[in-house]
């Protein structure tokens, strides 16, 4: 079982920049892929970015291949989103989820919500205009 758990979300200007980090716990947490997905008001749950266990791959989103970024830190069992040139388009919650097959990730799984097998609760991004 893993336990995820997002933070970094805020009130942020057009144009900023934020860092929200997903904390994973659990005996097997290094095991899984990560992927962020995110869910403005009245729209469905859309796939932003993803990363493999190894953190040798990473995968976008078209729309925001060019703004965001996603790593991780091993030893701190986290994987970080790097948001930037933010506008209030990115407005939505934030959430990361683990994925437990590697086969399934890189067969296209990373951009499916329904292939993830756990969830964060979400942290709410807002940028104001």
């Known amino acids: 079982h893993v336990q995820l758990q997002e933070s970094g979300g805020g009130f942020v200007q057009r144009g900023a920049s934020l860092r929200l980090p997903c904390a994973t716990s659990g005996r097997a947490g290094l095991s899984y892929a990560v992927g962020w997905f995110r869910q403005a008001p009245g729209k469905e749950r859309e796939f932003v970015a993803a990363i493999s266990w190894s953190g040798g791959s990473t995968f976008y989103a078209d729309s925001m291949k060019a703004r965001f970024n996603v790593s991780k830190d091993n030893a701190k069992k986290t994987v970080y989103l790097e948001m930037n040139s933010l506008s209030p388009e990115d407005t939505a919650i934030y959430y990361c989820?683990?994925?437990?097959?590697?086969?399934?990730?890189?067969?296209?799984?990373?951009?499916?919500?329904?292939?993830?097998?756990?969830w964060g609760q979400g942290t709410q991004v807002t940028v104001s205009s």
């Open positions: 989820a683990a994925q437990s097959s590697s086969v399934t990730f890189f067969s296209g799984g990373y951009s499916v919500r329904e292939q993830y097998d756990y």
